[in-house]
């Protein structure tokens, strides 16, 4: 890596970094429901949550090998394949009458390699767009069905600059950016048919070039990420009801 990339990485990195001086602010006995949480953002927000005593149901889609590795009483793991829209109904019988009080949607996939035009992969397109977009409202709906009544305040959308169009300057991606692009439109609509009838708070927020499976060049590390989005949650989410952010609560374009 050259002297002006490792520059750039170090500015990029402070842009976002978490101070010495700031705590983690405290969210205490809650149930959060976290969805692609074996890698990744999933399993850094999975791991804190449960530092703070909160109880998590942390669900994956092929592999939880990480998951195991945690040995904490207020971890459930559930698997669920989200490409297949029904097999969210699954979750039914293990939510019923929990009291879940926030969502964090960050289960995603990139989409394959085919996403050019003229080569694209559909059928990787049609299940791109189950994970990244239509699970976020299927989910909504299975947890305002079975889980306790009223208590559900808050739905966090894991979004990306991708996903924006307005800073889309580069074409190609098809797969990704539109899915994710779908996903901010869902969480724009949810931000006010739930608000309107159930006062619950959603929002999407860009991490950010995260070093993920997903993106394995990435910049930041998921456990500062997660501290971040931990203390974004804390404040008050009906401020960023609607909105699109970045981890320092700016607001980004759709």
């Known amino acids: 890596m050259g002297l002006r990339r490792l520059i750039k990485n170090y500015i990029y990195r402070k842009k976002f970094d978490v101070h010495k001086s700031i705590e983690l602010k405290k969210i205490k006995n809650k149930n959060i429901l976290i969805t692609g949480a074996n890698s990744g953002i999933g399993l850094a927000l999975t791991k804190k949550f449960l530092d703070l005593d909160n109880s998590v149901i942390a669900t994956y889609n092929e592999t939880n090998d990480n998951l195991l590795k945690i040995k904490n009483d207020n971890l459930k793991i559930y698997q669920c394949d989200q490409s297949?829209?029904?097999?969210?109904?699954?979750?039914?019988?293990?939510?019923?009458?929990t009291p879940i009080n926030i969502i964090i949607n960050n289960a995603g996939t990139w989409g394959g390699k085919n996403q050019s035009f003229n080569n694209i992969d559909y059928e990787n397109f049609s299940k791109a767009i189950n994970i990244n977009a239509v699970s976020i409202l299927k989910l909504s709906e299975v947890v305002l069905e079975c889980?306790?009544?009223?208590?559900?305040?808050?739905?966090?959308?894991?979004?990306?600059?991708?996903?924006?169009?307005?800073?889309?300057?580069?074409?190609?991606?098809?797969?990704?950016?539109?899915?994710?692009?779908?996903?901010?439109?869902?969480?724009?609509?949810?931000?006010?048919?739930?608000?309107?009838?159930?006062?619950?708070?959603?929002?999407?927020?860009?991490?950010?070039?995260?070093?993920?499976?997903?993106?394995?060049?990435?910049?930041?590390?998921?456990?500062?990420?997660?501290?971040?989005?931990?203390?974004?949650?804390?404040s008050s989410s009906e401020e960023l009801n609607g909105k699109f952010v970045d981890l320092n609560k700016k607001e980004l374009t759709w």
């Open 147 to 234: 889980s306790k009544t009223n208590s559900l305040n808050t739905i966090l959308n894991i979004s990306t600059l991708y996903s924006s169009t307005e800073h889309n300057s580069t074409g190609k991606n098809y797969v990704y950016k539109g899915t994710k692009s779908l996903m901010n439109s869902f969480s724009k609509n949810l931000s006010i048919d739930l608000k309107d009838e159930y006062k619950i708070n959603v929002f999407s927020i860009c991490p950010g070039s995260v070093k993920t499976k997903l993106n394995p060049n990435g910049i930041l590390d998921p456990d500062k990420v997660a501290i971040n989005i931990i203390n974004i949650l804390s």
């Open 84 to 97: 297949i829209i029904e097999n969210i109904n699954k979750l039914k019988e293990y939510i019923l009458n």
